[in-house]
């Protein structure tokens, strides 16, 4: 199956063994709960779609590679403890607990939240040593004396034998008291994920007109040569940051990335023909709809490499706008709820410290979902809150400053609420403007393509980026939901439309 079906049947699997009864009793009896072993190719997003499934389910994840960890590691290590047994003194070996036990319980005491997935990467690369620990682990979630603590799910994940010389198969009988989900690459479900999470649309633009280099393991006289979407998405971060300090993409960074040397190569020669298409189509003139006529004409007559460009860079451009919008939205939000607390605790403490911790916790909050790998966009939201309390904070201070009690406390307010609300008149002109440009991108095309494959393709794109549906069901585009109901998108995307078209008739 493809990386999104696999992150479905992750997800429902870790919902039906957290499930409970009336009486909290887990549905499935936790002895019962099968680990789920991801088998795939490197690189083809499998610690990502671990990752993925507990961020949204809003429970821990703690990841491991197991080729890390020795068995002293794993199981603890030994020492001499007393015991009396049957009235009799005794020296007796007893076992520290496991460090990836330990992570689990770490992870409770940090979040608060006592259920989680342990993800163990590489695991039938584990050592001899280590192997015979593994699978009792696997099977009783119990590593030497300690046990996983109950409400974990173990996903583990590994290499078919093909792809790394170091896994073996597993024993039949523990296959048996396994959850087997296999993965294969899938390029059009990548680039959804892709253009949703801005790899670079020289990279989209290049694997749409090239499909058969987005996945390649493979090994000859020369050597191994790999090319996977983790990959493709590194290299992505990287050209963008080389971009942005102004240094040279050269073949030398690409075969960093893409060790292939044919593909690195291909790539690369790409990319500087991609660079030519930047220059060559103003996509902020397309965006604020002040391109002539004869622009459309030149798109129209363009290659398919070419219009493919367009498209890429255009949809990125836009999709830019809109999860910044879809961001400080909601630090917004956060922002209301942190105020609406406050407002009481400013008639009995100093302005500094009823503002001191909400800020502490929007900085700890940030530093969390960072160091837990979370999303770009939960990143984003998160920073955007920082960075807006904090300014509401300082206006609030600099309002209260010379003053005492209750007067200190009113200005306070006053001031934070001001500078609250210049935050929300300047979100909703940037709501305006990014409505228009959509709009205007979408005339661009009917123009040049009318309801071809173009319009499809972004279409398309746009509707399985979820932050771009969440701006559409909020804020409403005409155009967008007329040009995809004639295209009749896919299944999942009509879905979203429907619940788009229900809330604007809520709301009208």
């Known amino acids: 199956m493809n990386i999104k079906q696999a992150t479905e049947q992750v997800e429902c699997a870790v919902r039906a063994y957290l499930a409970t009864d009336e009486n909290g009793l887990y549905l499935i009896p936790t002895q019962m709960q099968r680990p789920i072993i991801l088998m795939g190719p490197p690189g083809v997003g499998k610690t990502a779609v671990v990752s993925q499934v507990a961020q949204h389910l809003g429970i821990n994840f703690v990841s491991y590679s197991i080729t890390h960890h020795t068995r002293q590691s794993a ?68 590593f030497g004396q300690h046990r996983l603590p109950e409400g974990w799910v173990i996903v583990t994940a590994g290499n078919p034998p093909e792809y790394n010389r170091s896994a073996r198969e597993f024993d039949p009988a523990m296959l048996d008291r396994m959850k087997r989900i296999d993965i294969e690459p899938d390029l059009d479900v990548w680039l959804d994920y892709a253009v949703a999470h801005g790899v670079h649309s020289a990279i989209t633009s290049y694997l749409q007109a090239k499909p058969d280099n987005f996945f390649h393991v493979r090994s000859d006289v020369k050597g191994t040569r790999i090319v996977t979407a983790r990959g493709w998405e590194d290299l992505s971060r990287m050209v963008q940051v080389y971009e942005r300090e102004g240094m040279d993409v050269s073949l030398s960074l690409v075969s960093q990335y893409l060790q292939d040397p044919d593909i690195a190569e291909d790539f690369s020669l790409y990319y500087e023909l991609f660079q030519k298409y930047q220059d060559k189509y103003h996509i902020k003139d397309v965006l604020a709809g002040g391109v002539p006529p004869e622009g459309k004409a030149r798109l129209k007559a363009a290659r398919f490499d070419e219009r493919l460009a367009f498209l890429n860079l255009t949809l990125e451009a836009l999709l830019r706008e809109v999860h910044a919008d879809v961001s400080e939205e909601a630090a917004l939000k956060d922002v209301h709820n942190d105020l609406a607390t406050l407002k009481p605790k400013l008639d009995g403490a100093s302005v500094r410290s009823a503002f001191a911790e909400p800020v502490r916790g929007a900085e700890e909050e940030l530093r969390r979902l960072s160091r837990a790998g979370a999303s770009k966009a939960r990143l984003d939201a998160a920073a955007s809150h920082k960075a807006i309390l904090g300014k509401v904070a300082a206006e609030a201070l600099r309002s209260a400053a010379a003053l005492h009690g209750t007067e200190a406390g009113d200005a306070a307010w006053k001031g934070a609420t001001s500078c609250f609300n210049d935050y929300v008149r300047s979100l909703s002109a940037k709501v305006e403007q990014t409505g228009d440009e959509l709009d205007h991108v979408l005339d661009f095309l009917d123009d040049a393509f009318g309801d071809g494959e173009e319009m499809l393709l972004f279409v398309s794109r746009l509707a399985c980026d979820e932050q771009f549906m969440a701006f559409v069901t909020a804020h409403g585009s005409h155009k967008f939901l007329e040009h995809s109901k004639g295209l009749m998108l896919s299944e999942r995307g009509l879905g979203l439309l429907k619940e788009v078209d229900e809330f604007r008739k809520e709301g009208e």
């Open 75 to 142: 199981l603890g290590l030994p020492y001499i403890d007393d015991a009396t047994f049957g009235g009799h003194a005794y020296k007796v070996s007893r076992y520290t607990m496991s460090e990836i036990i330990a992570a689990a319980y770490d992870a409770m005491e940090e979040t608060g939240v006592n259920e989680g997935v342990l993800f163990l990467d590489e695991v039938n690369c584990v050592s001899e040593t280590l192997a015979p620990a593994m699978l009792q682990f696997l099977q009783f979630k119990q």
